[in-house]
């Protein structure tokens, strides 16, 4: 978000405090069981990131079981990789912006000296660093809904496109989204410190106006990336995971095998609904329906599929990272 010049220092401070408010979600949130025995409509009521999009996609619709620790994994490796140096250093900005608000210019003068000093500790650790994370947020969409409710509303989407109603279409398809957002902010070593530097001489020139448009357009640079997980493939893969000593095992009982196969049926409602939403490509779709089948296949022959799971955590990181092909980095 770019704050214009224009706007008072005190406004921009009042503003930009929302945007840095490091928000953690708790555990039970991120990392649900993945229960084959859970009641939907527990699952469905607990909590408020579940969302239904109008008409066909809330109907019929049953809640899959939420992935297991490897979300979890993702974001905590994330969040260890916030550089403490440089969070006070943009907090020290903040301070500076702040104080410049209240015409106290040796204040500010000082905090950008403080912020300039982490800034040099950063670099001096990693001097090849280019990005350093400062926050972590997690959003979370998860439709709850069938394959079949999703291709209907795609359909009358595309019909809607057809007809020119463009804000039809975008209504229908608004919510049709499965995944964990994870963005992580952080500060471009390559020009942030130096406008930090350029701010603090302007202040010593007596054009705390001009300081603070630099320190703005600073903070306006930061560097958001974001990684889209797709809960229908975590939830497919968590799926086969618990499947996969069952169909190992050539000696399992009746009551095992029905569990397996419904766990391999499970998980190919999940991949059915990572196709309909649009999540990664048809080629690594097609790969992943050719594993499952052959899984399926040794299960409904009371064989042991062992040898036949080894792929498929190389086969889900493809699928993953190719639903993550379109997404750039942002400033701002």
Same mark, same amino acid.
Do not use: K, M
């Given at each position: 978000m770019f704050l214009?010049?224009?706007?008072?220092?005190?406004?921009?401070?009042?503003?930009?405090?929302?945007?840095?408010?490091?928000?953690a979600l708790g555990a039970s949130l991120l990392l649900a069981g993945c229960?084959?025995?859970?009641?939907?409509?527990?699952?469905?009521?607990?909590?408020?990131?579940?969302?239904a999009p109008a008409d066909a996609a809330n109907t019929n619709a049953t809640a899959a079981p939420a992935p297991g620790g490897d979300l979890g994994e993702q974001l905590a490796a994330k969040r260890k990789t916030l550089v403490a140096e440089a969070i006070s250093a943009l907090q020290e900005t903040e301070a500076a912006l702040a104080l410049l608000a209240g015409n106290d210019k040796p204040g500010a003068v000082e905090a950008l000296a403080r912020a300039t000093g982490k800034l040099d500790i950063v670099l001096a650790a990693d001097p090849k660093l280019a990005l350093a994370p400062i926050d972590v947020r997690v959003a979370i969409h998860d439709v709850v809904t069938t394959p079949d409710a999703v291709k209907a509303l795609r359909t009358r989407a595309e019909a809607a496109l057809d007809d020119?109603?463009?804000?039809?279409?975008?209504?229908?398809?608004?919510?049709?989204?499965?995944e964990h957002v994870i963005d992580v902010t952080s500060l471009p070593l390559a020009t942030y410190p130096a406008a930090i530097k350029q701010a603090a001489? @302007?202040?010593h020139d007596d054009k705390p106006? =001009?300081?603070?448009?630099?320190?703005?357009?600073?903070?306006? &640079? #930061?560097?958001?990336?974001q990684t889209v997980i797709p809960?229908?493939?975590?939830?497919?893969?968590?799926? @086969?995971?618990?499947?996969?000593?069952?169909? =190992?095992?050539?000696?399992r009982s009746a009551e095992e095998q029905? &569990? #397996?196969q419904r766990l391999l049926a499970d998980a190919r409602i999940q991949l059915d609904l990572a196709r309909a939403l649009g999540y990664t490509t048809k080629a690594d779709l097609d790969a992943l329906y050719d594993a499952l089948k052959a899984i399926e296949d040794k299960a409904d022959a009371k064989e042991s599929g062992k040898g036949l799971f080894?792929?498929?955590?190389?086969l889900f990181g493809t699928a993953n990272r190719n639903s993550n092909a379109s997404q750039n980095p942002k400033v701002g």
């Open positions: 214009s010049p224009h706007r008072s220092p005190a406004a921009a401070v009042t503003a930009r405090r929302h945007r840095f408010t490091i928000l229960g084959g025995d859970a009641n939907p409509s527990d699952q469905a009521a607990a909590g408020d990131t579940a969302t020119g109603r463009l804000q039809d279409a975008r209504h229908l398809i608004a919510d049709l989204a499965s001489a @302007l202040l106006g =001009e300081a603070v448009v630099v320190l703005e357009t600073a903070l306006s &640079t #930061l560097i958001v990336e809960l229908p493939l975590a939830r497919a893969e968590a799926l @086969l995971a618990r499947a996969q000593p069952l169909s =190992e095992n050539p000696q029905g &569990t #397996l080894d792929r498929l955590g190389e």
